[in-house]
């Protein structure tokens, strides 16, 4: 089978990290061509060589329309190019082009945490609603986002396949020292992007200043965030960054919306208990009292659910092997590989 896996951006991040993983995987039984546009390109780093890998010139998150109808015409000329049997589209962009420009017969779209569209862009609803019918299967990473989906009107072929990784390999980073500096660590790895809230994170480190709070991920400058502790530190981008879950004691992700964080699944598969906002599906895999908690967003709960379970090493301990007894039943590359298959099946049938 060949299949086309399209999305909107190269840099790295949670849907991206779903992407590639799914077209290495894929790729040791089928041909696959991975798309991708803007970005600093570091998702590339991360692809097996059994690849194709196509670098898009015009495909962009910003609305553009010069850009979209020249990204348009790019995706058809790929599509013609490798003929391939599925197209899988990621993130809502590429997600809209390529229901307009692909067959519909062939054409799985992932929404990677619906509240993305649903809450932060809105106005783009009535879009999604008419473009259910572009495509032949529409997957929620959660069950969070298939009732959501459901209740918005968005009905045909909605399916549910949770993310899945490969574990991360532990023994291809560096020890950081700063990890060892404290007597327990809190790591969080995410883009200083919506959704999440760096603040948050700020103020539980505030709050619990004997702990290490360490976040990978940032782009850019943290000057605009105020006043940092000197216990809470930025790392910047880092390749492989889930591999540094192992060295962290705890995970922790402060978010105002998601759909199935790939970096929680990480921290899981390392046998780390978490503690992370209430929101999309985090709740399906971050269970309270058993691998962590779900909380509002509010830095006094985070600070004692925190403080909680690393002052415990009974419940710690617990909470860790939960975590990974979750992720091995649950949450592994083999388990998503084995839902997509079962849809991309169905249309080639």
């Not at 069950?143 to 009107?153: H, I, R, T, W």
């Not at 505030?206 to 502790?229: A, K, T």
Request: hydrophobic share 40%; charged share 25%; glycine share 8%.
């Amino acid at each position: 089978m060949k299949i086309l896996q399209v999305i909107t951006r190269s840099e790295l991040g949670g849907a991206q990290t779903v992407v590639v993983q799914l077209a290495n995987k894929l790729s040791e039984e089928h041909e696959v061509v991975l798309v991708a546009g803007e970005g600093d390109g570091k998702m590339w780093e991360m692809v097996s060589p059994r690849v194709t890998c196509v670098r898009s010139r015009y495909l962009q998150r910003a609305l553009s329309p010069m850009q979209d109808f020249r990204a348009a015409v790019e995706l058809r000329r790929i599509y013609r190019k490798h003929k391939p049997d599925i197209i899988h589209l990621h993130s809502s962009k590429a997600g809209t082009l390529g229901r307009l420009v692909f067959p519909r017969k062939r054409v799985v779209y992932t929404v990677h945490g619906f509240d993305s569209i649903r809450l932060a862009f809105r106005k783009f609803m009535p879009v999604e609603r008419l473009l259910q019918r572009a495509c032949s299967a529409i997957v929620g990473v959660s069950a969070y986002d298939e009732k959501n989906l459901l209740s918005e009107g968005i009905t045909r072929n909605v399916a549910i396949v949770r993310n899945g990784i490969y574990k991360p390999d532990c023994g291809a980073v560096e020890e950081l020292d700063l990890f060892s500096r404290y007597s327990k660590s809190v790591l969080c790895i995410a883009r200083m992007q919506p959704p999440k809230d760096p603040a948050l994170f700020i103020e539980t480190a505030r709050l619990l200043p004997q702990y290490g709070f360490i976040w990978i991920g940032n782009q850019e400058s943290v000057e605009h965030l105020g006043d940092i502790p000197a216990n809470c530190h930025f790392l910047g981008n880092m390749v492989n960054a889930g591999a540094y879950c192992a060295q962290a004691d705890l995970f922790m992700l402060p978010s105002n919306y998601e759909g199935l964080p790939m970096v929680i699944i990480e921290a899981m598969s390392c046998g780390r208990p978490v503690v992370a906002s209430d929101v999309g599906g985090v709740s399906e895999i971050v269970r309270n009292e058993i691998n962590g908690y779900t909380l509002p967003n509010k830095a006094e709960l985070f600070a004692q659910k925190i403080e909680t379970i690393l002052s415990n090493g009974e419940l710690y301990q617990r909470m860790s092997r939960n975590s990974l007894e979750i992720f091995e039943k649950e949450l592994t590359i083999d388990r998503m590989v084995e839902g997509y298959m079962g849809i991309y099946n169905s249309l080639i049938g």
